[in-house]
């Protein structure tokens, strides 16, 4: 199974003496102080989730563009992923041999929601009553497989990020101490696929 872990960020230290180099490049680039303390307090928390749940520490790559001061954490042995939103940070952690995607979101919609759905969605999950939970099971599941959510095309057959079709598992989550907000995690044991 995976472990799910909710962090207020606003009570994880804001020292960047555990950041790498490349970490220390990234919190610098940011233009206001609350963004870079944010990222420290961000990486922070995950890297003492990941000691804790397995003895050692993430690395970010980015699957796009190669760099390791931003991107997606990995672990050796491990899978994990993270999301946050305000103050909320969800870590999930599961076994090595799976593909394991979260994402965090308010539980209302915002008021151009329905551009989002228009472009993004499947036609299937137009047909869905809650755009706030088909969205926050897109992201996850685009986590899941690394890619973005701007780079799936929902009009192709193959739909890749289409929450209705897919092979992965969706399971919604509340976020403890944020009653606000929900969060979704996709999982698929590479072994078989």
Same mark, same amino acid.
């Given at each position: 199974m995976f472990? =799910? %872990?909710?962090?207020? =960020? %606003?009570?994880?230290?804001a020292s960047a003496h555990?950041?790498?180099?490349?970490e220390l490049r990234r919190s610098a680039s940011f233009a206001k102080e609350v963004d870079r303390e944010r990222f420290v307090r961000r990486r922070n928390a995950i890297r003492a989730i990941a000691m804790a749940h397995c003895g050692n520490?993430?690395?970010?790559?980015?699957?796009?563009?190669?760099?390791?001061d931003h991107g997606a954490p990995s672990l050796h042995g491990a899978s994990i992923s993270s999301s946050s939103y305000g103050s909320a940070l969800v870590v999930v952690i599961g076994p090595a041999q799976w593909q394991l995607g979260v994402d965090v979101a308010p539980r209302s919609a915002p008021r151009d929601m329905m551009l989002v759905v228009q472009q993004l969605f499947s036609p299937a999950e137009r047909t869905l009553d809650d755009a706030m939970g088909v969205w926050v099971r897109k992201e996850a599941l685009g986590k899941a497989l690394g890619l973005g959510i701007a780079c799936d095309d929902a009009a192709h057959a193959s739909g890749r990020l289409d929450t209705t079709t897919t092979d992965f598992i969706i399971e919604d989550h509340d976020v403890d101490m944020f009653d606000e907000l929900r969060a979704a995690v996709a999982r698929r044991s590479v072994l078989l696929r």
């Open positions: 472990k =799910l %872990r909710v962090v207020d =960020l %606003r009570t994880i230290e555990e950041l790498s180099a490349a520490a993430p690395s970010w790559k980015c699957g796009v563009c190669g760099s390791d």
